[in-house]
């Protein structure tokens, strides 16, 4: 490891912070010998609950089971809306930015209220009970919010798809979960260019008899088609509602919302969050990890059809009555500047974002950020995957005159909120690492037999005891939760991602440990790519692997077999690029594809996903042992060829 420099907490910072490092270690300590008093105080502080709860956590990991607040009642709305009423009422809840910069606009709690409720009343006039399922397919626009907020008004549970899934992704999540009715748009619009998703939607339900209803917001007032039975106008249907809708209480462990996540096998599993512990941790983790206080602008850039949009441009600040800035476009529209100047315009006080815009900003160079007052910046986040310490110094230098520090947060679809991250005034930043758990995290790193490992190594990262916001189980198959989160290593958690602890006790993540990639900050399930590509009449094989890519951090490495008798062709890989486009959607378009007569088997059948990585990434030196292969010489082969030499 080449010498590593420490950051210090800027003094101004700490000397005005809501967790000193001293702070940190009380409440660290605290929330592991005695969560039942840490999180008790907590759950008090930050939630408000109809019925209070008496107990706080009963946990048996080897079953993979958790239960937080478990016979508490509350409302998510009520925590993200109603109580903020009498005392912000008038304050800016959500900063809505377009995709044209001359568009934009603020949304006060109040508005919040009564868009809310009139949704929520509408949701209910078409026959939504709690606990139905309803599908979120939108732009990011202020309606995506009403909707997940509307749903929670009413008990109902929200599964949202990011809206760059195909036709195909989404009519596979609306089956799985069954959702019987779908919020959507006629388009959206990123980058200047349009998306189709009202004609999205009518592809996935001709194969979704059950939805009754689609709820479609007029976003570009384009043509779409109409069924008439089933298709209604979001603005003149929730104008003829009432904009009060009384809350449906809520068990702490009632489902809140499903989010669909890639796992190393088969298709997307549909990650299963509760009410009160998610809130709660989402909430907190917003507070402390952000250190976010009164008035700040919070500007997280992440899609509400992923977790970091759920939990912290929705949950976590309107729970804490922040206001919080929705982007609709990309960082590179109209140009690479877009980010600063909104930072400018909105006078934006932290600013969260993955590595790979970091990388994207910082690769388009420094004038499109200096040019832009960006003096309003306090802190910096970034999520998603890890941030390279050459991005991490230009993100610190350069968007944070080095005056920011920046929080590197790590956690998952299936943890729900921060699990390792630095608190700003508490901790010493060191670029690439996620540093300290946060509080009531207990990670450990585990050895190939399964044993703790002390002090410095690396291994296996694992959780050893519950958090409030743990998923709670896939959705309609709470075996696989079981089999793929808590059976590997029994009696833990187990995140698929490798760590490293260093002598501080600073944790770094090596990175996925599964066949999972991570393109982008955006995680792909190699066999879902592999299962596209199949699908194609030419294709008999295909192994996918990922390759360290600069600007995505993993690019999508395709070995493809052919059928006896196909012949490669440039338009055939075109076609194969195009399914997986299809299919999935245009995050899962190969980078490469490289023709194999044969691929690395053993004798027993498997595919040696190994030996492929290691070419991908050139690693030819170190391809290890090949002589337990059915037929060593397509190593060779696949060497003689690699495709991106
Ligand atoms: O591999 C880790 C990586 O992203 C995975 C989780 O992906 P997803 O569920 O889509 O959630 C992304 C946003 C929370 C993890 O298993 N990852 C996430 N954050 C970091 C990270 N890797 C390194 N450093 C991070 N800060």
Known sequence: MSEVHTY????????????????????YRQSVEDPQAFWSQQANDFLQWSKPFTNVVEEDLTKGHAAWFADGELNVSVNCIDRHLPTRAAQTALIWEGDDPA??????????????????????????????????????????????????????????????????????????????????????????????LK?????????????????????????????????????ESVAEQSTDCAPEPMNAEDPLFILYTSGSTGKPKGVLHTTAGYLLASTMTFKYTFDYKEGDVFWCTADVGWITGHSYIVYGPLCAGAVSLMFEGVP????????????EKHKVNTFY??????????????????????????????????????????YH??????????????????????????????????????????????PALLDEKGQEIDGEGEGA????????????????????????????????????????????GYYWITGRIDDVL????????????????????????????????????????????????????????????????????????????????GLPKTRSGKIMRRILRKIACNELDSLGDTSTLADPSVVDELVDHRANK
């Open 397 to 442: 230098n350069v968007v944070g005159e080095n005056r920011c520090p920046i929080v590197d947060t790590w956690w998952q679809t299936e943890t729900g909120a921060h699990m390792i991250t630095p608190l700003p005034g508490a901790t010493a930043m060191k670029p690439g690492s996620a540093t300290r758990p946060f509080f009531g995290v207990q």
């Open 353 to 394: 974002t993955a590595p790979t815009a970091i990388r994207a900003l910082m690769g388009a160079g420094d004038d499109f950020v200096t040019k832009c007052d960006r003096s309003s910046l306090k802190l910096l986040g970034t999520v998603g995957e890890p941030i390279n310490p050459e991005a991490w110094e230009w």
């Open 103 to 196: 568009d934009s606009k603020n949304i006060t709690y109040q508005e919040l209220h009564d868009n809310v409720g009139r949704l929520a009343n509408l949701l209910k006039a078409r026959g939504v009970n709690k606990g139905d399922r309803v599908c979120i397919y939108m732009p990011m626009i202020p309606e995506a919010a009403y909707a997940m907020l509307a749903c929670t008004r009413i008990g109902a549970v929200h599964s949202v798809v990011f809206g760059g899934f195909s036709p195909d992704s989404l009519k596979d999540r609306i089956l799985d979960s069954d959702c019987r009715l779908v919020i959507t748009a006629d388009e959206g619009v990123r980058g200047g260019r349009k998306v189709p």
């Open 461 to 504: 990262l694992v959780m050893k005891a519950s958090w409030p916001s743990m998923i709670r189980s896939v959705y309609g198959d709470h075996q696989r939760m079981i089999d793929t989160y808590f059976s590997t290593f029994p009696g833990y958690y187990f995140t698929g991602d490798g760590a490293r602890r260093d002598a501080d």
């Open 332 to 343: 590179t529209y109209p140009d690479a500047s877009r980010c600063w100047q909104v930072v």
């Open 8 to 27: 210090p907490v800027p003094e101004t910072f700490a000397a005005n912070t809501l967790v000193t490092n001293d702070d940190y270690q009380r409440m």
């Open 518 to 597: 991570n393109v982008s900050g955006h995680r792909l399930g190699t066999a879902e790519i592999e299962s596209a590509i199949v699908l194609h009449e030419d294709t008999a094989e295909a192994a996918v692997v990922g390759y360290p890519h600069d600007i995505k951090g993993q690019g999508i490495y395709c070995y493809v077999t052919l059928k006896n008798g196909r012949e490669p062709s440039e338009e055939l890989r075109k076609e194969l690029i195009n399914l997986c486009v299809q299919e999935i959607g245009p995050i899962a378009k190969p980078d490469i594809i490289q023709w194999a007569p």
């Open 199 to 235: 004609a999205n939607v009518d592809k996935a339900l001709a194969n979704c008899p059950d939805v009754h209803t689609a709820v479609v917001v007029k976003r570009t007032g384009a043509n779409v088609d109409w069924d008439s039975k089933r298709d209604i106008w979001y603005a």
